[in-house]
């Protein structure tokens, strides 16, 4: 019925693979989608030469920002932080392999932002980030 | 087009001529997208507007424009009248005993900010008591946030009840505290719950305490009358009833008004300036500094007297028989959670959550077939929090709402749920 949501993202919002926490991580950040209460958490595992040797996500709030956070994390699972830092917009729509509108596109983007925050360790997670 | 889906004893019920309310207002002609027809249910964010309204404003610009007060050639002379005229009829809207207590501001929140800026911080010092409601708008909460830090002043709760209403016993603990003011709303906008306010502000002043009645939802919905209310200030928006965005309203008793200090400096706000010193302009101008909105306040009369060609009573009438029926077509929804009370305690609006399914996603999934509803925590968070969920979907009702729309509104939550089966 519908492009936005298509099977991939609905599946992935139902049944996360990636959803939980990481008890010890080494880095873990979290922010808020202002606009709706969208809530995401990312925990990181950093092995050597800087892999990221697991990850997961939780948190609450839309089919299209959880589903998004479900392929980020599986995206990076094995990826040097180097590229993490690297990853942009549209690698996330990519990803989810649909266009968005201005308002749906802060809750697709919610995870990268939350994900390179955390990645660069700073103390916000700006807009910046995921330009 | 309307009425061919009505079964012929609703026309018959209709307090309304839709059809004819539904032509004054062009927008809902459109398509959202080819063969898609608009279905507007979000007149609570903000309501749309009627040609009455949008040619006040087109002619102004085109034949009056001019700056207000101070000219005296014709077009200023026409702008400032209808500028001032528009005051006159807002304040006959509300029953104000004199327009010079209607304050123009840019919305509601300017309002109740003015309020805050000016009396509160002439009249409160730390440690005295604010009572604000757990339904406030953020609108009705952040100013008085940013009065505590600044100010220590003490904010107290008036809890919301299970079923939406506001917990009345609790507030008269909470008046024996002796509070300076009591701020609340008047409708909430997620709730749709109308509160007792003529019987919270007698309690209030009982007490001594001045009132701040945030009238936002109330005002384009039901009649209000400022003095049966008896309230010392009631704040409003015009974009909400029918008018235009950028102008609003603050209605305040006479001596309260006078007693304030100004609000923002400037031209207009004036009776005399010196290189070091000013004297302030009588009411209203004296809290109305620059250019104002005059386009807008323009809009806002016309707003009125379209409101006034069709009554109030009839408005509220036809809003009540669309909120039972869109309750009562919800309620039968397996997993559909509705907030706030009954129809009868209620205005036109219906916040529900879809189980296993984020309001937002209704909300887009309802837009592919031209549903306009909001989804989000619609500008008051702590009340959500109060019920435990991060957002609701919320589909609202106005004068030119029809029950075809609910409806199609029953038809595309049962497609939302098909999706996400």
Not at chain 1, 1 to 19: C, F, G, S
Not at chain 2, 44 to 57: C, F, G, H, N, R
Request: proline share 5%; glycine share 8%; aromatic share 8%.
């Amino acid at each position: 019925m519908d492009d936005l949501y298509r099977e991939v993202i609905i599946e992935h919002y139902k049944n996360p693979a990636y959803r939980g926490k990481l008890d010890p991580h080494d880095i873990t950040f979290a922010d808020n989608n202002p606009l709706c209460g969208d809530h995401i958490q990312i925990d990181l595992r950093v092995g050597d030469n800087n892999i990221v040797t697991d990850a997961r996500f939780d948190g609450h709030g839309c089919a299209i920002s959880q589903a998004s956070a479900d392929l980020l994390i599986e995206s990076i699972i094995g990826k040097p932080l180097d590229e993490v830092k690297k990853l942009n917009k549209q690698d996330v729509l990519d990803l989810l392999g649909i266009d968005l509108g201005p308002v749906r596109l802060k809750c697709a983007l919610l995870s990268l932002k939350v994900l390179k925050a955390g990645v660069y360790g700073l103390g916000e997670a700006s807009d910046d980030l995921v330009e | 087009m309307e009425s061919a889906n009505f079964p012929l004893f609703t026309i018959i019920l209709m307090t309304l001529n839709i059809q004819k309310i539904r032509a004054d207002f062009p927008i809902l002609n459109r398509e959202v997208k080819p063969g898609v027809q608009l279905v507007y249910l979000d007149s609570t964010a903000t309501s749309q507007k009627p040609l009455a309204v949008i040619d006040a404003m087109d002619s102004y610009y085109r034949n009056s424009n001019a700056n207000i007060h101070r000219g005296v050639h014709t077009l200023a002379e026409e702008a400032t009248k209808l500028y001032e005229d528009a005051r006159e009829k807002i304040a006959k809207f509300i029953n104000a005993p004199s327009a010079r207590q209607i304050i123009y501001t840019r919305n509601t929140t300017e309002s109740i900010n003015l309020i805050a800026y000016t009396w509160a911080r002439a009249n409160l010092k730390a440690g005295d008591l604010v009572i604000l409601t757990e339904m406030e708008h953020h609108s009705n909460l952040v100013p008085w946030h940013i009065l505590q830090a600044e100010r220590g002043i003490e904010l107290e709760f008036i809890p919301v009840t299970d079923n939406g209403l506001l917990d009345l016993d609790v507030y008269k603990t909470l008046l024996s505290r002796s509070p300076r003011l009591v701020s609340f709303t008047h409708m909430s906008n997620v709730l749709g719950t109308i509160n007792p306010a003529r019987e919270m502000i007698v309690m209030a002043h009982a007490v001594g305490a001045i009132t701040i009645l945030d009238a936002a939802q109330s005002i384009p919905h039901l009649k209000v009358d400022v003095q049966n209310l008896g309230a010392d200030f009631v704040a409003f928006s015009a974009h909400k009833m029918c008018g235009p965005t950028g102008i609003g309203a603050l209605y305040g008793r006479l001596e309260l008004l006078e007693a304030m200090p100004p609000f923002l400096g400037g031209g207009d706000m004036i009776k005399e300036v010196k290189l070091r010193s000013f004297r302030t302009n009588s009411l209203p101008y004296k809290f109305e500094a620059g250019t104002p909105a005059i386009a807008e306040a323009i809009g806002f009369g016309a707003a009125v007297d379209y409101l006034n060609s069709i009554g109030m009573d009839n408005i509220a009438e036809h809003e009540h028989e669309i909120t039972e029926y869109a309750l009562e077509r919800l309620e039968e929804i397996p997993g559909l959670k509705l907030f706030g009370p009954s129809a009868d305690k209620k205005g036109g609006v219906a916040a529900f959550t879809l189980e296993g399914i984020h309001p937002h996603d209704v909300a887009q999934i309802l837009d592919k077939d031209g549903i306009a509803v909001r989804a989000g925590h619609h500008c008051a968070q702590p009340l959500h929090e109060k019920f435990g969920i991060p957002a609701t979907s919320r589909a609202s009702f106005y004068l030119y709402s029809t029950k075809n729309e609910v409806d199609m509104l029953i038809q595309g939550i049962y497609k939302v749920k098909e999706l996400f089966a």
